[in-house]
């Protein structure tokens, strides 16, 4: 009797790792089949649109004749020079401006780091219509800004409005509060007494930044950055807005070519180079934080 309770115990064992395999599996299913219906599916079906061109006998022929003119075509070129140069720039101030205040509030404490904490996040429940119009009444021609300076006497800036510099204000004002809680998150996981330990052999804070906290936040400064590149290289509202006609980002580029030009095809190849440009730094990050964790094992 005991010999078959015990050839029993390990079936049952297997049974039951084999149901909670099936339970997660389940449980996993549904956002994987959304994934695949309203992500992977809209790609290919826009990869293989751009590609393949029915002609004049009806039949589909593979033709690279979108990419060929994308490529070749200076003003899209332009607008993808514009695109990559602003999301570079937006992501250096976003962690140059965002690591100083994620520093501030890891390791103060009191009212004020709770004011300054609730002023970084606070964007984040602004629309960005809104903060568009807000910033074009601040810092556009006539604008608070303006009037502030003529009151005083001293002479009108140069607005960044309608140039450049007016999506990157408006996209690194937007994307300030998620980096500050990622960084302030990736802050969270070093230790105080680590910090402490370093303040009392004599290093200062800049040695204390650059050889402890530093070191620790390679994988919160990835994910930051991703996060950001991410979102900036697809922003519309903000840059139509505040950018100007010619060159634009790839965002009102798509827009307009789809809408004013009434040209889809062009569009859709447009929006295959951007997701291309995406996946890159995509796959980038995911092979970077897997490095990570196999070297942390």
């Known amino acids: 009797m005991s010999d078959v309770a015990a050839r029993a115990a390990p079936a049952r064992?297997?049974?039951?790792?084999?149901?909670?395999?099936?339970?997660?599996?389940?449980?996993?299913?549904?956002?994987?089949?959304?994934?695949?219906?309203?992500?992977?599916?809209?790609?290919?079906?826009?990869?293989?649109?751009?590609?393949?061109v029915r002609g004049a006998d009806g039949d589909l022929t593979?033709?690279?004749?979108?990419?060929?003119?994308?490529f070749t075509d200076g003003y899209s070129l332009a607008n993808l020079l514009l695109t990559l140069w602003t999301t570079a720039v937006c992501g250096a101030l976003l962690i140059a401006i965002g690591l100083p205040i994620a520093l501030y509030l890891r390791f103060s404490r009191g009212r004020l780091a709770?004011?300054?904490?609730?002023?970084?996040?606070?964007?984040?429940?602004?629309?960005?219509?809104?903060?568009?119009?807000?910033?074009i009444r601040t810092i556009?021609?006539?604008?608070?800004v303006d009037l502030i300076l003529n009151a005083v006497g001293l002479p009108k800036l140069p607005t960044p409005y309608l140039t450049p510099w007016g999506p990157v204000i408006g996209l690194v004002w937007d994307n300030l509060p998620?980096?500050?809680l990622m960084l302030t998150a990736g802050l969270g996981t070093i230790s105080n007494s680590s910090v402490e330990a370093a303040r009392d052999v004599g290093a200062s804070p800049l040695r204390v930044f650059?050889?402890?906290?530093?070191?620790?936040m390679g994988n919160s400064l990835l994910v930051t950055g991703s996060f950001a590149v991410l979102g900036i290289f697809s922003a519309f509202t903000l840059p139509y807005m505040l950018g100007r006609a010619?060159?634009?980002?790839?965002g009102p580029f798509m827009q307009r070519t789809f809408g004013d030009n009434n040209d889809p095809l062009n569009?859709?190849?447009?929006?295959?180079?951007?997701?291309?440009?995406?996946l890159a730094f995509g796959i980038f990050y995911v092979r970077s934080i897997a490095r990570n964790r196999g070297g942390s094992r």
């Open 13 to 52: 064992v297997h049974a039951s790792e084999w149901s909670g395999k099936l339970v997660g599996l389940a449980l996993v299913a549904v956002p994987v089949l959304l994934v695949v219906w309203l992500i992977i599916y809209p790609i290919v079906a826009a990869v293989l649109t751009t590609l393949l």
């Open 62 to 70: 593979l033709s690279v004749a979108s990419y060929r003119f994308f």
């Open 114 to 135: 709770a004011y300054v904490q609730a002023l970084a996040i606070f964007p984040m429940f602004v629309p960005s219509i809104i903060l568009s119009y807000a910033l």
């Open 140 to 144: 556009g021609p006539n604008g608070a």
């Open 178 to 180: 998620l980096t500050v």
């Open 210 to 216: 650059v050889s402890i906290i530093l070191p620790r």
């Open 246 to 250: 010619s060159p634009e980002m790839m």
């Open 267 to 278: 569009a859709l190849t447009q929006a295959v180079v951007t997701f291309g440009f995406c």
